[in-house]
Structures are given as C-alpha cells and as structure tokens.
C-alpha cells in the first residue's frame, strides 16, 4: 500500500491482518498476535546504557535477576523472536568515551560516567 505510514508495529501488523497493506517490517511477537506469516531478515541485538551508581542500586539489581529467570525467559520465548541472553556484563565507558559526552555538567563534576549493559536481551527481526 503506498503512501501509508503505520506507528508501531503492532498497527503494522493490524493493517496486514485488515488487508489494508501486504507486507511491512516488523517484529514476529506482533505478527504472531495476528496469525501472519513472519520471514526473519536480521537479528538486533539492544544493550542498556545506566549510570555506573545506577547499576547497584536494589531496583536495577532486580530487573536484571528477573531478565535472568525462567519466566522471563519462558515469555521471551512465548512472544517469538526475542532471545533471553541476558549476560548483565557491567562495561565501564570511562571519562573519554561518547557515552560521558552526553552527560551534564553536573553530572561530570561529580564525577558520574554511564556503564553500559552488554547483550541485553535480542530480537530477531
């Protein structure tokens, strides 16, 4: 269909369903809600970016054990195309990386540089 624009994939997949367009980019969790056919083309892999000092805190610490759980990994596998490799590897950007450039000034006097989170989970698409 030409000259349509779709917001999510979700939407994108309603419009294939509706037969209001034949083919789209999307994700397979959304093409699965409504029984489409779904062709993987590549596979994304999605990292977290926190504040080192984040990184320790008791809520960030539990959304990383539950990104580690079964059911977490039980309902990565039931919504299709999402992989549950969730390693939590803690890098350290350091003070010259272009991460620390995004952050304030207030940020950099106190000494606060973002950590990144590697191999978070995956989706293919």
């Given at each position: 269909?030409?000259g349509?624009?779709?917001?999510?994939?979700t939407?994108?997949?309603?419009?294939?369903?509706?037969?209001?367009?034949?083919?789209?980019?999307?994700?397979?969790?959304?093409?699965?809600?409504?029984?489409?056919?779904?062709?993987p083309?590549?596979?994304?892999?999605?990292?977290?970016?926190?504040?080192?000092?984040?990184?320790?805190?008791?809520?960030?610490?539990?959304?990383?054990?539950?990104?580690?759980?079964?059911?977490?990994?039980?309902?990565?596998?039931?919504?299709g195309?999402?992989?549950?490799?969730?390693?939590?590897?803690?890098?350290?950007?350091?003070?010259?990386?272009?991460?620390?450039?995004?952050?304030?000034?207030?940020?950099?006097?106190?000494?606060?540089?973002?950590?990144?989170?590697?191999?978070?989970?995956?989706?293919?698409?």
């Open positions: 269909m030409s349509s624009s779709e917001r999510t994939e939407d994108l997949a309603l419009a294939i369903a509706a037969g209001r367009a034949d083919v789209g980019l999307g994700i397979e969790a959304s093409a699965r809600q409504f029984q489409l056919e779904f062709t083309m590549i596979v994304e892999r999605f990292d977290l970016l926190v504040w080192r000092k984040a990184y320790f805190d008791p809520p960030f610490q539990k959304l990383i054990g539950f990104c580690a759980s079964k059911p977490f990994e039980r309902r990565a596998k039931e919504l195309g999402l992989t549950s490799a969730c390693s939590a590897r803690c890098i350290s950007t350091g003070h010259k990386s272009t991460g620390h450039e995004m952050a304030s000034a207030g940020d950099k006097a106190a000494g606060l540089t973002p950590t990144a989170l590697a191999s978070t989970p995956t989706r293919r698409r």
